[in-house]
């Protein structure tokens, strides 16, 4: 600090005590830091955690909520159910979460809000082994494949098949329990259903081979829809505009600087999450996930940004599909984008 003559000194002195005094006269004090916005976040998935929640992982690690005046607090669900209904009946504010999901909540009039994605595009899909005889989907006929037993990944196989001509009478279908990859490993089963950055990398790296690979994406028979999104309690995203605009800002600018420094967002994971976590398969799962998903559906839109049209044209398959029974106002759902930056 540089040297201040006595009168100087005492000048400044003389300023502090008043602006010191004017601004403890009230409690509306301007020094006064601004409270922080409390914020229940539910992931999307019971634990353990899996790479898909890198992004947020890194803005915790990193205190960018908090910087933008967020106190989060992060909970795990009990059951894959839980995301979508405990926001819509207001036991979470936000959570991250599917789209079949947040229509059926809305569909069972549950107050739920879409208000960014976080990863447009699908990354579930059918493996099979290279090393088998199965190079097609057709292929498949003849041979035993195992589903998972919730209905949307029974309708994603059943689509599937249908854009490939399976005869799916042909196909032995059977559960896959809660993970498919034993199964796979031990070759019990000739294909599964499996998500890129989960089921496939690990049956890679455990069974020391390689997979072909069909994912649930437009050019196998599955419509658009946006994979993995920010949905909120409508309520509280009514009451805190603010507070809603600013996770889906601090989430998105994760995502961007967790495709751009994969190491290091995967290290963050490891270091946060390092009993539940493989380094080696982190970082397998995460490279899938920016394969997949480092791409928009609207590249010249913002990050986060969604479509109604894709939103409308999806809630009409699962109709159709007699997956929804209750089609809702999809604009009613939608937030017109208004949480997104532009």
Wanted: proline residues 6%.
């Amino acid at each position: 600090m540089k040297r201040r003559t006595i009168a100087a000194c005492a000048v400044t002195i003389i300023a502090c005590f008043a602006v010191t005094a004017a601004a403890t006269a009230g409690p509306d004090r301007a020094t006064a830091p601004k409270a922080l916005t409390k914020v229940t976040f539910m992931a999307d998935y019971p634990r353990p955690p899996w790479v898909a929640q890198i992004p947020w992982v890194v803005a915790m690690d990193k205190g960018w909520y908090k910087q933008a005046g967020l106190d989060v607090k992060y909970v795990f669900p009990s059951t894959p159910a839980d995301p979508a209904r405990f926001i819509g009946i207001g036991r979470a504010d936000i959570t991250v979460s599917y789209t079949p999901d947040q229509l059926t909540a809305a569909s069972k009039g549950l107050k739920v809000k879409a208000l960014a994605s976080v990863f447009d595009r699908n990354v579930e899909g059918i493996m099979v082994w290279k090393s088998s005889d199965i190079t097609t989907p057709k292929q498949l006929e003849g041979h035993t494949v195992a589903i998972y037993d919730f209905p949307m990944a029974k309708l994603n196989w059943q689509t599937f098949a249908a854009h490939y001509g399976i005869d799916t009478k042909k196909v032995k279908v059977v559960s896959e329990g809660n993970y498919g990859v034993p199964l796979m490993v031990s070759n019990k089963v000739d294909g599964i259903d499996a998500a890129a950055p989960s089921e496939l990398v690990d049956s890679e790296l455990q069974a020391k081979q390689s997979a072909r690979f069909w994912v649930y994406l437009k050019q196998n028979g599955i419509p658009d829809f946006y994979w993995f999104i920010i949905a909120a309690n409508s309520d509280w995203a009514q009451k805190n505009p603010a507070a809603a605009k600013a996770f889906v800002s601090v989430t998105m600018k994760a995502v961007k600087w967790s495709f751009q420094h994969q190491k290091e967002a995967v290290d963050i994971f490891v270091k946060t999450y390092k009993k539940d976590v493989s380094p080696e398969l982190a970082t397998k799962a995460w490279a899938q996930i920016v394969k997949y998903d480092s791409t928009r559906f609207k590249p010249s839109k913002p990050a986060g940004w969604m479509d109604p049209a894709i939103w409308k044209s999806y809630q009409q398959f699962l109709t159709t599909k007699k997956f929804l029974t209750d089609p809702v106002n999809v604009d009613d759902v939608l937030t017109g984008n208004q949480f997104v930056s532009k």
